[in-house]
């Protein structure tokens, strides 16, 4: 992606951007960010920018989607400043279990992009909906290849079942099945993220909306249906004329979570319902006696194992929230 790109409100550039900056400050975009350096598309054209922090991994260090403050030239030009993210898209490092690691910044949709060529599994699901859901993102779980499905129709169902008021969207990047309703939903200055597992979709339906081969695709192994990874680094895509962007990423496969507590209880809703009626305030759907949600999942008024899974990822949550506690209480003894 290079040359002129003229006005930055193609890229998405608004007044909450121009408000966050300093004064004379100039702007652009983080488009990819690639071993210490960042391709940023500016008024002027795409520079090459490198940038303090990016090896650090610290809170400010650039990741594609971001605004930034950029400083000297084309070919000298450093990143200064992130400006602050309106969304974000986070797990818990896979290298390491304590860090908060951002995927990708200033999105207004979070594609869950899923093939149905393979087996849809629910925990996977509920897993990325927390994670959309803690983003502040609107969502959208994006059903791909259907036209490889002799079932399309059914298997949406199912993740409509799990997905609770999330749309859900059947598509078929060959014969274009549902790609005018994704068009829809974007538009000038808007920014689809996409994210799912290695083989789901996701490049060839970046190319779908492009129009063009943009990004690299490969055949799942026939054996287990798993993708191979093709996209490298994430990326920010620009849509013809009006149309937005996607942001493009790499196959996920660890999904750790970090403090979603209210994204948690947003994507188990009905289990939270159920437990208001339990006879502790902070039953924890266990050995408890008079437990609401127990009962429900004995008597089938809900799938135990949903249950099952929302304890596990409960657990999962609060323990990452004890330990960054306790790294925020080391931290605060060693500036002493």
Not at 16 to 31: D, K
Request: charged share 30%.
């Amino acid at each position: 992606m290079t040359g002129s790109v003229g006005d930055l409100r193609r890229w998405g550039y608004d007044d909450r951007v121009a408000g966050a900056l300093e004064p004379g400050a100039r702007t652009g975009r983080v488009v990819q960010v690639d071993r210490g350096e960042c391709d940023v598309v500016t008024a002027e054209g795409m520079v090459r920018a490198g940038s303090d922090s990016v090896r650090a991994q610290a809170e400010t260090a650039p990741v594609t989607g971001d605004w930034v403050q950029v400083t000297g030239q084309q070919d000298v030009a450093l990143i200064s400043r992130v400006l602050p993210r309106l969304t974000a898209l986070t797990r818990r490092d896979p290298a390491e279990r304590e860090t908060e690691q951002v995927l990708a910044a200033n999105f207004d949709i979070v594609g869950i992009v899923a093939g149905l060529d393979r087996p849809l599994p629910p925990g996977r699901f509920e897993r990325m909906l927390v994670m959309a859901r803690d983003s502040r993102a609107s969502i959208a779980i994006l059903l791909t290849k259907a036209d490889r499905a002799p079932d399309a129709a059914s298997a949406a169902e199912t993740v409509r079942a799990v997905a609770g008021d999330v749309d859900v969207l059947t598509l078929s990047a060959r014969s274009g099945l549902g790609l005018d309703d994704l068009r829809s939903r974007l538009g000038s200055g808007r920014t689809l993220a996409l994210v799912g597992a290695s083989g789901s979709g996701k490049s060839t339906l970046v190319n779908a909306l492009v129009g063009a081969e943009v990004a690299a695709t490969a055949k799942v192994r026939p054996s287990d249906r798993r993708g191979r990874h093709t996209t490298v680094a994430r990326r920010l895509v620009l849509l013809p004329g009006d149309g937005g962007m996607v942001l493009d990423t790499p196959g996920v496969r660890a999904l750790g979570l970090t403090d979603a507590q209210e994204a948690l209880s947003r994507v188990f809703s009905d289990i939270e319902e159920y437990g208001r009626s339990c006879r502790f305030a902070d039953c924890a759907h266990g050995a408890e006696p008079d437990c609401a949600v127990t009962a429900a999942a004995e008597s089938g008024e809900m799938d135990p194992r949903r249950v099952e899974r929302f304890i596990a990822l409960r657990d999962e949550v609060e323990q990452q929230r004890i330990r960054e506690e306790r790294r925020a209480r080391s931290a605060s003894r060693g500036r002493r």
